[in-house]
């Protein structure tokens, strides 16, 4: 039978709603290839060759009738490449703030659910003879982590594309409704042998069975005292709308290491440090009263995936799209402190404090219990949460690391990589990061109308981590 969603990346789905398309993705910027123009028709076929190797990238979502069961993949017997692969063009000069304006209005839109559920746009006309590609895949499908995998379809090591294995799909019969029922009801006989099943893999003993279980009731009990201490803080959480704003900053991984080594803590805490100089300044370009005590709570997402696969918080492992393996960290960013060496080593403490607590399930723990819970109990509970988001949190701050080298589309280097992470109801900004190549790009996705001015709020990002740089 067809794969079936596991509770998480159902969440998502359920999650999604007018003024919350949930899809995640990437900018990426490409230089010219050195032997001539850019060959967009090739690169087109090129996809359509190596959509072989991740095979959910041609599959659709389909319904169980009576909402039985959580939703199922099955393959699409009408995939039309041109209609998930698109070109377009920037007027000229072709500007930064042109491609900016024209991501935010391909963000705007959601995914036809009716189709496989991932689109890439190829930009052309951008200043020195450059292009973009932005894509878009559904949460459903992939974690931040795990969406890299349409960039990297695409992309190779070499300016000469690697081999592509022969494309013999054939798409499978699509299951009936009565087959996806009968399967349902099947799975709910046996969902609690299943459960048990999956408690005894979570731990070689008993006594590790017992460390998950309290582990994720800690989480729970954490998200619960996160909300009764948190709230709204404007003009972070307020009511948005369908459009949206894209702002991207480029900074220096070297910077981000040489203010890790001069002081304390991870790369990953020096991003968040940044990060919070940048929304102190942003803040008060707003007008909002600020005390030294006076924090925005960030969610912090953590790939599960990443950390078991031993991956280093510099480097990039090689991910398929598996499904959503994520936890969450929630992190008080000292907004209110104006020295940035005690923002940093106040982010650096929390987090450390966190990471040996073991306090990583939050939100994700909430959302794993459901999964014992019919569709449409967990369908109601995926909504309850995102609309409690402000409550629990105001900011999504989320890095990925990203390939140490660079990567080249058919002869073209790929100069930037900036993320997509969507909002979620009442968070007017989200904010990405990712490393790449000797670079650090942030990509804000954020609400048009409740945050005109996001590119004030980028551009930031280099400021605050000059103020660190400059306590060296």
């Known amino acids: 039978m067809p794969d079936r969603l596991s509770p998480l990346d159902a969440s998502f789905l359920f999650m999604e709603q007018r003024t919350t398309a949930m899809h995640v993705g990437g900018v990426m ?14 690169f087109i076929k090129l996809i359509g060759h190596r959509l072989a190797l991740v095979p959910r990238y041609r599959q659709k979502l389909r319904e169980v009738p009576g909402r039985l069961g959580l939703p199922v993949w099955v393959d699409d017997p009408d ?18 703030t042109a491609l900016r304006e024209l991501v935010g209005r391909l963000l705007s839109r959601q995914l036809d659910r009716s189709r496989p559920l991932w689109e890439v746009y190829i930009i052309e006309g951008l200043a020195g003879d450059r292009f973009a590609v932005v894509t878009k895949t559904h949460h459903a499908m992939v974690d931040g982590l795990a969406s890299m995998d349409i960039g990297t ?11 592509t294995p022969a494309d013999d799909w054939r798409p499978r019969r699509e299951p009936s ?59 972070l959480n307020t009511a948005i709308g369908e459009q949206r ?7 220096a991984l070297s910077d981000h290491r040489a203010v890790r080594k001069a002081h304390c803590g991870t790369v990953n805490d020096v991003v968040l440090a940044v990060v919070t100089g940048a929304l102190r300044y942003w803040l008060i370009t707003r007008g909002e009263p600020l005390v030294e005590g006076t ?20 480097g990039a492992g090689q991910h398929g799209p598996a499904g959503n393996q994520i936890s969450a960290y929630f992190v008080d960013l000292p907004v209110g402190e104006p020295d940035p060496v005690l923002r940093l080593r106040r982010i650096a403490a929390v987090m450390e404090a966190q990471k040996r607590g073991g ?14 819970a019919p569709p449409t109990v967990q369908s109601v509970g995926a909504r309850l949460t995102s609309q409690l988001s402000s409550r629990l949190f105001n900011v ?33 900004v989200a904010i990405g990061i990712t490393s790449y190549d000797g670079r650090v790009c942030y990509g804000l996705n954020a609400d048009r109308d409740a945050v005109p001015d996001v590119d004030v709020l980028a551009d930031a990002m280099n400021g605050s981590l000059t103020e660190l740089l400059e306590r060296l």
């Open 245 to 251: 704003r894209y702002g991207m900053a480029c900074t």
């Open 359 to 372: 306090r990583a399930a939050g939100p994700t723990a909430l959302v794993g219990l459901a999964g014992l």
């Open 295 to 314: 924090t925005v709570r960030a969610m912090v997402p953590v790939s599960v995936r990443a950390r078991r696969g031993g991956n280093g918080g510099d």
């Open 177 to 235: 409704g009565l087959e996806l029922a009968a399967s349902a009801v099947l799975e709910n006989l046996r969902r609690p042998r299943g459960a048990f099943d999956a408690l005894a893999r979570a731990g070689s003993d008993v006594r590790q069975a017992a460390t998950d279980v309290a582990r994720t009731v800690g989480g729970i009990l954490e998200a619960t005292r996160s909300a009764a201490r948190g709230g709204p803080v404007q003009p």
């Open 29 to 42: 910027t490409f230089a010219p290839p050195a032997d001539g123009p850019f060959d967009v028709e090739a």
């Open 79 to 96: 995939f039309d490449l041109s209609f998930h692969v698109r070109r377009s063009a920037l007027p000229a000069p072709g500007a930064d």
């Open 153 to 163: 379809l695409l992309l190779d090591l070499t300016p000469q594309p690697r081999e």
């Open 396 to 428: 999504l701050v989320t890095h990925v690391p990203g390939p140490p080298r660079p990567l080249y589309a058919m002869g073209a280097r790929m100069v930037d990589l900036y993320p997509v992470v969507p909002l979620a109801m009442g968070q007017a």
